[in-house]
C-alpha cells in the first residue's frame, strides 16, 4: 500500500512530470486564482491562467452532488465560490495511468463562519494533447448547513 503523504503542493510538484505535474501546477494555480478573487478587479476572465491547462470546449466537470458543469458553467461557478471562500489544501498521493490523473488532498475552506476540512479524490481525464477535458470530484466530509450550499444554485 502506498503511503498518504500530507505535504504542501508546492514541496511535492518538483518530484512529478507529465500529467501528474500538470495536475499539481493546476491545482497551485487554483490557489493563487481564489487568494486573487478577493480584489475588487477580480472577474470570470481572471482564470485565464487555469484554462490554460484545459480543452475549454470539451472540458465537462462532475462534482460531489453529480451537478455537470461546461468550462464557462465552471468558471461562473469558481468564480462565486472563490469571491467568498478562503481555501487551501495539503498533498495525500497522486497515480497515473492511460492519461487520467487520481488525486487524493485534503482540504481546508472557509466560508463566512463556516471553516470544514475534507478528503478528496480528483480524477483528471486529458485529451490526446494533454489538455484537461473530464474532470470527476469525490470528497469525505461530514454535512454542510443548507446555507453552504448557495454556490451551487
Known amino acids: 500500500m502506498v ?19 500538470t495536475v499539481l ?5 487554483m490557489k493563487r486564482m481564489v487568494d486573487a ?3 475588487p478587479s477580480f472577474s ?18 462532475v462534482g460531489n452532488f453529480l451537478e ?6 465552471y468558471i461562473t461557478f469558481l468564480t462565486k465560490w472563490a469571491k467568498g471562500s478562503e481555501w487551501e489544501c495539503s498533498f495525500k498521493r ?4 492511460d492519461r487520467v490523473v ?8 472557509r466560508v463566512g463562519e463556516h471553516a470544514s476540512i475534507v478528503n478528496s479524490c480528483s480524477i483528471y ?21 443548507p446555507e453552504m450550499l448557495k454556490a451551487y444554485e
Not at 501546477?25 to 494555480?29: K, N, Q, W
Not at 497522486?94 to 495511468?97: A, C, K, L, V
Not at 485529451?127 to 470528497?139: A, P, Q, S, V
Request: aromatic share 10%; net charge negative; proline share 4%.
Open 3 to 21: 503511503a498518504k503523504v500530507k505535504q504542501d503542493v508546492s514541496e511535492v510538484v518538483q518530484h512529478y512530470s507529465g500529467i501528474s505535474r
Open 25 to 29: 501546477e493546476y491545482s497551485l494555480v
Open 37 to 39: 478573487a478577493k480584489k
Open 44 to 61: 470570470e476572465d481572471s482564470w485565464a491562467p487555469l484554462a490554460k491547462f484545459v480543452a475549454t470546449d470539451e472540458f465537462e466537470r
Open 68 to 73: 455537470v458543469m461546461r468550462w464557462r458553467d
Open 94 to 97: 497522486i497515480s497515473e495511468g
Open 102 to 109: 487520481f488525486l487524493e488532498l485534503e482540504e481546508r475552506s
Open 125 to 145: 481525464e486529458f485529451n490526446d494533447l494533454g489538455k484537461l477535458r473530464h474532470l470527476d470530484i469525490y470528497l469525505q466530509m461530514k454535512p454542510v448547513p
